[in-house]
């Protein structure tokens, strides 16, 4: 797999495919309409409304460009991984030494949903976990070249 390829779960990709529709064609319709009324008002130098418009323009084509990209370069994963940790899985994670749980979802940061913070499989500490069930203690090097465990405490 390419390292600029995205892996999304299907419910992923079908949101960010209808995101990026809307984006194309709604979207930029209604901002062409909110350009185009502030320009009537006047002195376009003095005038926030257009100001306003050109900037959230501006914001909708970068994440338009950002969709296309993903959706251009994307992999579906099957998020059923009964009980081994997989992208789409969410993981529950103590490390060595502490009482606290975390609980992350292992994937693309498109993903995200709930409260649940990401955790990208291509992390160290992802890239770790892949493959491991609940119970399993694993062991993974920091940026900084530290060595840590991360008991799995449970795979969703």
């Known amino acids: 797999m390419p390292p600029d390829t995205t892996q999304l779960s299907q ?6 495919k209808a995101e990026y529709d809307d984006l194309t064609t709604r979207g930029r319709i209604d901002i062409a309409r909110k ?52 992208p789409g899985s969410i993981v529950t994670i103590r490390y ?6 975390e609980r992350y979802l292992l994937g693309s ?10 955790m990208s499989p ?3 500490l992802g890239e770790a976990l892949v493959g491991h069930v609940a119970g399993d203690v694993v062991s993974y090097e920091t940026p900084t070249g530290a060595t840590l465990n991360v008991e799995l405490v449970a795979v969703e």
């Open 11 to 16: 419910a992923a990709y079908d949101r960010l």
């Open 35 to 86: 350009i185009e009324t502030a320009r009537e008002l006047g002195d376009l130098s003095e005038n926030g409304d257009y100001h306003a418009a050109k900037e959230e323009q501006g914001k909708m084509q970068g994440r338009i460009l950002h969709l296309q990209a993903i959706l251009e370069n994307h992999e579906i994963v099957d998020t059923a991984s009964g009980g081994t940790v997989a």
């Open 96 to 101: 060595e030494g502490d009482d606290d749980t």
């Open 109 to 118: 940061i498109e993903e995200r949903h709930d409260d649940l913070d990401v």
């Open 122 to 124: 291509g992390s160290p």
